[in-house]
Structures are given as C-alpha cells and as structure tokens.
C-alpha cells in the first residue's frame, strides 16, 4: 500500500484548501482513513478519521471548519480545510489503517499566512 498527498500550500487566514490522498494496493475501499498534522516543534495529532463504511471523527480544534471525505471509486481521501487559521499551520500527512496495519503517506505542507 503506497499513499499519495497533495494539494498543500500557501494560503491567506480565512482562505481554503482541500488535500488529497490517493491510495495505491486495493484496499482503500474497506480501510479507515485519516488525517493528521505536525507543527514544528510539536507532536503528531489527529485531524479527522473516515471508516470505510463513511462514519467520520473530528478533532475538536477543526469541528465546523474541516470536512473529511472519500470517494471509493477513485481511491482518494479528502480534507476540505475552510476558515484557515494560522494555527492551522503544518504538516498535514494522510493514514490509511487496514486491520491492525497502519500506512502513512509523504505529508504536504500547509502554511497559514495572517
């Protein structure tokens, strides 16, 4: 299994951006998928989570700004990111758990500008 993230970059506060995870190996469809970030200088946390059947889960810093999504068909997970903050600045890196087997893709960089 090989994930592939995109869609980062630089954006103004308030602006938006939505991340893509594509996902490689034949799973996708019945594998959880999630998404996380890392500051500098800060540990790795959870953004939002998707089961395979579509049940999502939020961190409560994101809840009414983010939206976790997939598209089976395509194999692709995404983070719908509105209302940006500064804060939301980092490293943004996609999970996919199958079983008791956990992926993780490259990550790519979101940078908040105030």
């Known amino acids: 299994v090989q994930l592939q993230a995109s869609g980062g970059g630089l954006v103004q506060a308030g602006g938006s951006l939505r991340l893509s995870c594509t996902a490689s190996?034949?799973?996708?469809?019945?594998?959880?998928m999630g998404w996380y970030r890392q500051a500098p200088g800060n540990q790795r946390e959870l953004v939002a989570t998707?089961?395979?059947?579509?049940?999502?889960n939020y961190a409560d810093f994101v809840k009414g700004r983010f939206t976790i999504s997939r598209d089976n068909a395509v194999d692709t997970a995404y983070l719908q990111m509105n209302s940006l903050k500064p804060e939301d600045t980092a490293v943004y890196y996609c999970?996919?758990?199958?079983?008791?087997?956990?992926?993780w893709g490259q990550g790519t960089q979101v940078t908040v500008s105030s």
């Open positions: 999970n996919l758990v199958l079983r008791t087997a956990i992926y």
């Open positions: 190996g034949n799973v996708f469809s019945i594998s959880a």
């Open positions: 998707i089961t395979s059947g579509g049940v999502t």
